[in-house]
């Protein structure tokens, strides 16, 4: 007798711990959006403010209160900024840094990790060891040192003065030193055995299997010279040839004014660097994430 | 046969790495080494160069510059429990599957590979005495009249930490999830299949398992936080008076604007100590965990 009415309420108990469930879900999911937007919003928030002040030219980012939402659309602060400031020209000495810097980064990476990853050498412990150590002591005064000598090389005011301090870095040899140590010794075996010489098992043989390696580097490498202005400043003692992200430093002190200006100016100088971030997160995440296990 | 590749190595080895290795030499290994009899002298760009023996070093002792400089370079480690904290809270909520979160992960993003300078400039606008966060602050009623919040003393140092955490916590939580997500599936599993309750499966299985993470993000969050240098030479040069003059900060105003090289060096090599002291105990307290980065 009780029998069918007991089966009725498991099963609507059973119903309603289902719906409940989902109802909890649906709570969770809706708190966890929430959170994600209010923190879209912190995080993106400034970048936002800034392209809508660019897009207003006349609008002062101090009125009160301040412009928020972009009342009106004109571009003209862009194509101001764009040919009064000689735009084209600092993007282009931001790309001779860069492509400099990248090249020489990738060079010397390669060649000095793949040895130290694939050969055997008398020395080769002490090379990692002296390595590893300038990782742990820090050098406060690397830059004063830095500029001594750039300066007895007499390359003070010169790109190849910009990038040679950091054409190498040993977290790159090691980063390259993982990939290599990835690729099967058969390879360098078979390309000794076919007689080839080392130059040519290393082009040949050894920097193709290192793809994701080198994707790595000149990832990282890019955004760091896309972004470096120190050193440039201190080094290059003409304005006119400072990169991108220096060049804003000096602009915003000429033209203090010009806020419509000075927003588009960095708006254009962010926008290549966040585009290259987003086509290619991937490879830079694993890149980052290499950094803890390396 | 060992022997004979021992042998035959070694030629191609060192030439591969010789550039690499020179580059480092000079630009890694050198200004460290450099700067210890540099100290020692009161070389600068007037005068003679003359050894002065650790005069420089009581100077500094004596110069209450660079005593409120290491105060506040101190005061800056404050940013890095909160930082960590904030980055592992921000890894857990984008460790999700739900629709968008990659977008969601990418925007919180943004603000590590964008530059200082751009990023400088957005929050000096921001936050000056008419600026937006006034603002919205006395529209919400937190605050009753404008705070110049990087022209007072007493909260500039502050408001750099809030701008280090803001453009931080992207790269650390990223390092995290990588973490999170490193973390075996099944423990959780398993843990459920054991009645654990959510709050213990995150003491006992994510806390204990993300410790390595913790650890290596709290060391270089820390050397970062001593070391920190860009926030305040593009915002601030470390006004109003010294409030924000952290100890890279006056190492650069020493060596490159003042070019007291000798005086600059001394005060380098005082950081480094210290910093080199510090990451020895961080390292000593952490092996007490069983937990090794390298």
């Known amino acids: 007798m009780n029998q069918p009415s007991m089966g009725r309420s498991v099963q609507s108990l059973e119903r309603e711990s289902r719906r409940s469930r989902r109802l909890r879900r649906i709570v969770t999911l809706s708190v966890g959006y929430v959170l994600l937007l209010l923190l879209a919003l912190f995080m993106m928030g400034p970048f936002l403010w800034l392209l809508s002040v660019s897009l207003m030219p006349g609008k002062n980012v101090f009125a009160f209160p301040p412009p928020i939402f972009p009342t009106f659309v004109k571009l003209t602060n862009y194509t101001e900024v764009w040919g009064f400031i000689n735009f084209p020209k600092y993007i282009g000495n931001t790309l001779i840094i860069t492509a400099l810097g990248l090249a020489l980064n990738l060079a010397l990476s390669l060649t000095t990790a793949y040895p130290l990853a694939k050969m055997r050498f008398k020395g080769r412990s002490l090379v990692f060891a002296i390595l590893v150590s300038t990782m742990i002591i820090p050098s406060s005064t690397a830059l004063v040192v830095h500029y001594l000598t750039i300066g007895w090389f007499g390359l003070i005011g010169s790109y190849i003065g910009v990038v040679l301090p950091s054409a190498v870095s040993v977290f790159n040899i090691f980063l390259m030193r993982q990939t290599f140590m990835g690729v099967p010794d058969d390879i360098r075996d078979s390309g000794k055995i076919d007689g080839a010489s080392e130059v040519r098992i290393f082009l040949r043989l050894m920097v193709p299997m290192v793809k994701p390696g080198i994707a790595v580097i000149l990832l990282l490498e890019f955004m760091a010279y896309w972004n470096n202005f120190l050193w440039p400043i201190v080094v290059l003692d003409d304005p006119g040839k400072y990169p991108l992200a220096a060049a804003l430093t000096y602009l915003n002190g000429q033209f203090a004014y010009n806020f419509g200006w000075i927003a588009a100016g960095t708006i254009l100088s962010v926008l290549p660097i966040i585009l290259v971030f987003l086509f290619t997160q991937r490879y830079y995440m694993e890149g980052i994430s290499g950094a803890v296990k390396g | ?294």
């Open chain 2, 1 to 294: 046969m060992r022997r004979r590749t021992l042998a035959s190595d070694a030629l191609p080895a060192w030439s591969f790495m010789a550039p690499g290795l020179l580059v480092i030499g000079v630009f890694v290994l050198f200004p460290i080494l450099y700067s210890i009899p540099l100290a020692l002298t009161n070389y600068s760009v007037l005068g003679e160069t003359d050894f002065v023996g650790l005069d420089n070093f009581v100077k500094a002792f004596k110069d209450d510059s660079f005593i409120a400089s290491l105060r506040n370079s101190m005061t800056y480690v404050i940013v890095v429990p909160v930082l960590q904290l904030l980055s592992i809270l921000m890894a857990i909520l984008v460790n999700s599957r739900i629709p968008g979160i990659k977008a969601f992960r990418a925007a919180y993003y943004i603000p590590v590979v964008t530059s200082m300078v751009a990023v400088a400039l957005m929050w000096n606008w921001l936050l000056s005495q008419n600026g937006l966060v006034n603002y919205i602050l006395l529209e919400l009623g937190i605050i009753h009249e404008k705070i110049g919040w990087l022209s007072t003393s007493s909260t500039a140092l502050y408001v750099l930490m809030f701008i280090t955490l803001w453009k931080g916590l992207g790269y650390y939580m990223m390092l995290y999830l990588a973490g999170l997500q490193a973390i075996p599936t099944d423990l959780y599993e398993a843990a459920i299949v054991d009645g654990a309750s959510a709050a213990q499966r995150v003491r006992h299985i994510t806390i204990p398992l993300l410790r390595p993470y913790v650890f290596f993000c709290s060391l270089i969050s820390l050397m970062g936080a001593i070391r920190v240098f860009d926030e305040m030479f593009v915002l601030t040069n470390g006004g109003p008076g010294n409030a924000t003059l952290t100890s890279s900060l006056y190492i650069y105003q020493e060596g490159i604007t003042k070019l007291n090289y000798g005086y600059a060096s001394a005060l380098g090599l005082i950081v480094s100590v210290i910093v080199g002291v510090v990451s020895i105990v961080v390292f000593r307290v952490n092996q007490k965990g069983g937990v090794n980065p390298y």
